[in-house]
């Protein structure tokens, strides 16, 4: 039993008073002799006895009396905790992540949730309530009852470190309050744990929902298996948590039409093969019909028209090959001497190749590095005699230079298989072909850079450090055969294509994606994004021929968006959310010892109520009162 009102109960030492009266009376009784009273002795002494009795009960009622009230003054109550004067502080945490689509008993996991939380949650109850992607901080459940009606799944889920970090960071810096955060949420395996380490400010109770089943066919991914000058082979990854299925029908729709269906059996995982036509602009859809989880049935992608990336050769001798790599239906190739090098031509490219230059004029050095900062990229081929401080002063720029020539036939023995020149070149790791070899070259001494091809003693060959390739030898037949190996088609092909960074076919919701825009703007202008009446505004950098676009957790909606300047259309973008909620397999919390673990919204909060509920005993104490004043009362009426 506690007391609201603890420091009246001092006054129960007021009850000592009467008691001390009552035991030393000083007042004393003079013996007078009387004839004739004997007789009367017993009758007194009967008497006296009696009066004695009734002074004590009633001296034992009038205590209790006084007693009764003096505690009902102090208001006691009972309660599992010290709730009265304790402020509580509850945050509440939804997840509404797409896994919580899945269907329970009483429907989707999320919007039973939700029901279960406006029915068993006093709507008047302060409290702070956060989703993924909303926070709803000291309000109530009558105050926002129409946005979690209207709540919807969100892409960018929290992950369980940051739940609890935001959680405890939601609840206000006092001391001494009674503090719980109560996590909703089906507790997904994912890449990140639900781990949470005790807290002896913070309550942690965690209510882990869960489906009927844990059946799903999503569609994993989309990517071009196989390319013709006529034709294009797209390949969609499906993959089923569930029992095997046959006949599964997969349709494909290009400006929401449907332009071809086919069907699968799958088991675990299979694929669906489409071919459409080259050289069409595509604004795709991959669609399976799932009655699950319903956000991992669509798959957007888009083919845009190819801009063909702009390549400039500054050279001093032979560039056919050049011209043969560059060709007129994928890049926008031109070639200029040296001696007649039009500088104004620089800032409109995306690569420019110095085809073996002797000497590397300062003003082109200047050029370049303004141009390399601005997004444009360069291929460093050196002559068999160069002047060695031109190149060095362009190079530095790249935290590389040239040392002196060596006279030494080396091969070129080792490939970067995993980087992006070659990432999708080869269908396996080669490791014996007729290697390429030079009788010279310069040996390259730099910091931080990447080295795709290496000499059979692992020096570089080829090197890549920021906006710059470059190679260590001429290609000269004379001195080296490379000009005629296999290796130099995919690697220059591969650095005119990835000068500009075209989109692919879709980008994933969530993650850092960057791409280029082939679009010069003029100031204050800038690029949005669009799917329907929604739009955005991306981070955009600009550079003299494109706009680099990044977007990491924006936007929130898939779809295939339209990137607009001033309403004017340029290309389309396609986005789709991450995959990782397709896999519906689930933590196990029973192990977690200082979690309380519920498995519904309604039994968790029924069960803070109860714990929190606060019996007041006061009425009881004026009960006892007056029952004690009806006994004083009956004690002097009826007792002798």
Sequence with gaps: MQFKHPELLYALFALLIPILIHLFQLRKFKKQAFTNVAFLKKVTSQTRKSSQLKKWLILCTRMLLLAALILAFAQPYTSKTNQLNTKRETVVYLDNSFSMQAKGEQGELLKRAVQDLLNHVDHTENLTLFTNNETYKNTNLGAIKNQLLQLGYSSNQLNYDAVLLKGKQLFNNQSGNLKQLVLVSDFQTKASLFKPVLDSLVTIHAVQLQPVNTKNLSIDSLYVSNKTPLNIELTANISNQGPELKNVPVSLYSHYKLIAKTSIDIADTATANFTITNQEEVLGNIVIDDVNLNFDNNLFFNIN????????????????????????????????????????????????????????????????????????????????????????????????????????????????????????????????????????????????????????????????????????????????????????????????????????????????????????????????????????????????????????????????????????????????????????????????????????????????????????????????????????????????
């Design 305 to 640: 028209k190819a801009n063909k990336a702009k390549v400039l050769a500054i050279t001093e001798t032979d560039d056919v090959f050049l011209q043969r790599i560059f060709t007129d239906n994928e890049f926008i190739f031109t070639s200029e001497a040296a001696t007649k090098l039009n500088y104004s031509d620089i800032d409109q490219q995306n690569l420019i190749v110095l085809n073996e230059l002797e000497r590397i004029p300062i003003s082109l050095t200047t050029a370049l590095k303004a141009f390399t900062e601005n997004g444009g990229f360069i291929v460093v081929i050196p002559s068999e005699k160069i002047d060695l401080q031109s190149y060095n002063d362009l190079l530095l720029t790249f935290n590389t230079h040239f040392e002196a020539l060596l006279t030494t036939e080396k091969r070129i023995t080792n490939i970067n298989f995993s980087h992006p020149l070659y990432k999708d070149v080869f269908q396996k790791e080669v490791s014996n072909f007729q290697y390429p070899k030079t009788e010279h070259y310069y040996p390259m001494l730099a910091s931080n850079a990447t080295v795709p091809l290496k000499f059979e003693d692992g020096k570089a060959f080829l090197s890549k450090n920021g906006q710059a390739y470059i190679f260590s030898a001429s290609f000269k037949t004379e001195q080296s055969n490379f000009k005629n190996s296999p290796l130099i088609v995919p690697t220059l092909y591969n650095m005119g294509k990835q000068s500009l960074k075209t989109s692919k076919l879709y980008q994933v919701i969530g993650r850092e994606n960057t791409f280029d825009v082939p679009v010069t703007l003029q100031q204050d202008e800038i690029l949005t994004l669009s799917l329907g009446e929604e739009s955005l505004i991306p981070q955009q950098q600009y550079f003299n021929n494109k706009v680099q676009i990044t977007t990491t957790e924006t936007p929130v909606v898939s779809g295939t968006y339209s990137i607009t300047n001033n309403s004017e259309f340029i290309e389309h973008v396609s986005f789709n959310y991450e995959r990782d909620e397709s896999i519906l397999q689930y933590q196990d919390l029973s192990t977690f010892q200082h979690v309380q673990v519920s498995d519904s919204v309604s039994d968790l909060f029924d069960t803070l109520k109860s714990d929190s509920k606060i019996n007041e005993l006061w009425k009881w104490f004026v009960i006892f009162a007056l029952v004690f004043l009806a006994i004083e009362m009956l004690i002097l009426k009826y007792f002798k």
